[in-house]
């Protein structure tokens, strides 16, 4: 979905104001000498490089998250991405220090080899779209990955101390120079992809990853101008790096909350789709033809009677519709919320439900609205459809083993039935995500008992 013109430009403003403050320090930090010499702190040194490691592992977990989840390659490109950072940041920078060992130069430029390979696939990842068909591809990426990061240190140990010493002797060499240049320029085509991708898409994590590249822009420029000192010192660039960092978890954490928000809504969505078209839809049908009826000059006498329960029916499918959404998404513990949604469905008489939940059974938040949506489904298909006149449910454990089990004196379940109902699948549809076993077993006039067996707490 393409981003309002309004919210683009609110962006670019943002952007700008960044980048006006940004070059304003830069300016500020050419200008004085005293502010480019670099500070001699091992451990502050240890502690940023460790965050930076930390929360690229994170954004690397998120990203992969939501990639086993919608198999973007988008998601694939920002997880390798951030992989190779945290990989290379924890083998060639964090390891050997915490090792007792001061890094040498195969490790140092390892380091800054490894993280502009992490620069350039986040670079390109703004560019690339569509799904990966075959998990073997995302596995084949992470191998070759790593055999490009075995390959960027044998390099480095291969060269050994042909490469050019990084340290206090006040010049830099021409090779970290030109490293730290390409480093700013890939976070310049970073900051501009990650622009033009929210322009085009409006997805929000865009917008995060825009800004952190644009911080990592002007660390690299400060980089560039800090005299060269060995790894035990700490720089302007260095706090600007674990700045965009922060930025970065926090984009990257709203954006997967967002997205599981938003899948939860367009299921809900779904959901209610089908009750309405089931359920709601069926009596309007039944009101308006009704309504016709009586416009041809039907008996009023004949029609109003079923003009009046089709709009009662009508009207209870609704409450139904209504409770379910806010027992299930509300603040209310489970057994309230079904004890509310059980009395609610029998007021009318026409079904008894007995509901038994023993204490001591454990629920995650994520188990108890599944149980509720299953316990939902399991008693609207017992009324709609079973003709019975008891149902009971029950919440416990039986054999260590936590049981959800709906029982009712029905009519049964043929097996043609069974494979038409979507109420049964969207159950074990449910069932299946919270890892239990759906079972169901009916007998024609003889009733029909369904359970979901749940893995231990």
Known sequence: MRTSRATYFAWVRDELVMVG???????LFLAGPWLRHPYALPNLRLFLDTAVLLVSLIVAVLAFVRFSVEHRR????????????????????????????????????????????????????????????????????????GLALTVVWAACRGLGD????????????????????????????????????????????DRWLAFAATISLFAELHA???????????????????????????????????????????????????????????????????????????DVGKVLPRLEEAATAAQQEARFAVLALSSA???????AALNRYVEFLTADGELNVDLEIEPGVE??????????????????????????????VLIGMRGGRRVIRIVDDGRGLDESAERRGQGLSNMRTRASAIGGRFRLTSQPDGGTALEVVLRPS
Request: glycine share 8%.
């Open 162 to 205: 042909s490469l050019p010493e990084i340290g206090p002797s006040g010049t830099q060499p021409d090779l970290l120079t030109a490293a730290l240049a390409l480093q700013a320029l890939v976070s310049l085509a970073t900051m501009v992809g990650f622009g033009w991708r929210y322009r085009a898409h409006g997805e929000d994590l």
């Open 21 to 27: 403050l940004l070059a304003a320090g830069l300016i």
């Open 329 to 335: 998404g509300g603040t209310a513990s489970l057994d």
């Open 363 to 392: 629920l995650r938040p994520d188990e108890q609205i599944e149980v509720f949506r299953i316990v939902q489904e399991g008693l609207a298909n017992v009324r709609k459809h079973a003709g019975a006149r008891t149902a009971s």
């Open 224 to 298: 560039v101008f800090t005299p060269p000192r060995s790894s035990d010192y700490v720089s302007q660039a260095d706090f600007l790096r674990l700045v965009s960092y922060g930025i970065l978890l926090a984009g990257v954490w709203n954006a997967i909350r967002s997205a599981e928000f938003g899948r939860a809504v367009a299921e809900e969505r779904a959901r209610v789709a089908r009750e309405i078209h089931d359920g709601l839809a069926q009596y309007l049908f039944a009101i308006s033809t009704a309504t016709a009826m009586l416009k041809s000059g039907a």
């Open 74 to 145: 988008y998601d694939l490109y920002l997880f390798a991405g951030f992989f190779v950072t945290a990989a290379t940041t924890l083998a060639f920078i964090v390891a050997p220090v915490l090792d007792n060992s001061t890094l040498g130069r195969a490790e140092i430029w390892a380091g800054i080899f490894g993280r502009l390979v992490g620069a350039i696939i986040l670079a390109a990842t703004p560019w690339v779209d569509g799904r990966v068909k075959s998990s073997w591809n995302a596995l084949a990426l992470m191998i070759a990955l």
